[in-house]
Nanobody, 117 residues
Framework: QVQLVESGGGLVQPGGSLRLSCVVS????????MRWHRQAPGKERELVAD????????NYADSVKGRFTISRDNAKNTVYLQMNSLKPEDTAVYYC??????????WGKGTLVTVSS
């Protein structure tokens, strides 16, 4: 059974930092591109960042460029999202995502990030 489990969310003040983790079980991610998405209250889910299978190529939404960093440790089957200089508008549930070799989409259940003073 494939599972993606996010952790690391919480309440943080504006300007603060959090590091999200996504641990994958049920298959090895070394051949998979990985993504972080987020969904704010009342808004559609949006792509935040993605990373290629070897971790060489990364892409970011304009709203998080220069503040967020996606990385991965294939030996640990884990993907990370380092979030710095957090803003209230970063408040959302953050989801880990990948597409399996068979074309199946795999999502985690999400971790809530709240940026507020």
């Amino acid at each position: 059974q494939v599972q993606l489990v996010e952790s690391g969310g919480g309440l943080v003040q504006p300007g603060g930092s959090l590091r999200l983790s996504c641990v994958v079980s049920g298959f090895t991610i070394r051949r998979n591109a990985m993504r972080w998405h987020r969904q704010a209250p009342g808004k559609e889910r949006e792509l935040v960042a993605d990373i290629s299978s070897a971790g060489i190529t990364t892409n970011y939404a304009d709203s998080v460029k220069g503040r967020f960093t996606i990385s991965r440790d294939n030996a640990k089957n884990t993907v990370y999202l380092q979030m710095n200089s957090l803003k209230p508008e970063d408040t959302a549930v953050y989801y880990c995502y990948t597409r399996g070799a068979s074309g199946i989409d795999y999502w985690g259940k999400g971790t809530l990030v709240t940026v507020s003073s």
